[in-house]
């Protein structure tokens, strides 16, 4: 695998075109709440993107985690959860919802629940009130005591 780091990214063209291409939600991407991340290679290329989403009481939503489909099944979207991960306070309360990827997700430590055991904050971020469907997988992190 190349050498990778994750660097903060704006919302650009890019980010957006990665994130339309893989049926992910862009009309909430603003937002001085929302980070984003590149997972850059040593040559300075775009192998993925990652956000996260600062909600109340220290909930954090996953989101917008997308590598480019020519880098896919080589173990960066592993790397690019684990290192958006790490950016995060160890105190956060982490979410994701997702339509399809719930078990590319469980080997982090993010198990399912039940929208009604989601706290409200993450219920009421735009993904989840309204651009996501009803139907999508809601997941927490569970992280391993220190
Ligand atoms: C999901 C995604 C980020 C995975 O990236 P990737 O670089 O292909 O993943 P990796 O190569 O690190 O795969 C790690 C493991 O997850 C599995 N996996 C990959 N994509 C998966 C998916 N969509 N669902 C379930 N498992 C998946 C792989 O088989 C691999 O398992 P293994 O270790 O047992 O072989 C990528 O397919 C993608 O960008 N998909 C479109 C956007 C998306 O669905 N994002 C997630 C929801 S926000």
Redesign the pocket.
């Known amino acids: 695998m190349r050498e990778l780091i994750l660097e903060p990214a704006p919302v650009s063209d890019a980010l957006k075109a990665?994130?339309t291409s893989?049926?992910?939600l862009i009309d909430d991407l603003e937002g001085s709440d929302r980070t984003y991340f590149a997972l850059v290679d040593s040559d300075g290329g775009v192998?993925?993107y990652s956000g996260v989403e600062n909600c109340e009481s220290s909930s954090v939503l996953?989101?917008?985690?997308?590598?480019?489909?020519e880098?896919?099944?080589?173990?960066?979207?592993?790397?690019?959860?684990e290192l958006t991960i790490a950016k995060l306070p160890l105190a956060a309360d982490v979410y994701?919802?997702?339509?399809?990827?719930?078990?590319?997700?469980e080997?982090f430590g993010f198990m399912v629940v039940d929208r009604d055991q989601a706290p409200k904050a993450i219920l009421s971020t735009r993904q989840l009130s309204g651009l996501c469907p009803a139907s999508a997988t809601i997941m927490r992190l569970n992280r391993p005591p220190t």
Do not use: E, H, K, N
């Open positions: 990665a994130l893989a049926g992910l192998v993925g996953l989101r917008s985690v997308v590598v480019i489909p880098f896919r099944s080589q173990g960066y979207g592993r790397r690019l959860v994701l919802a997702t339509t399809s990827a719930a078990t590319f997700f080997p």
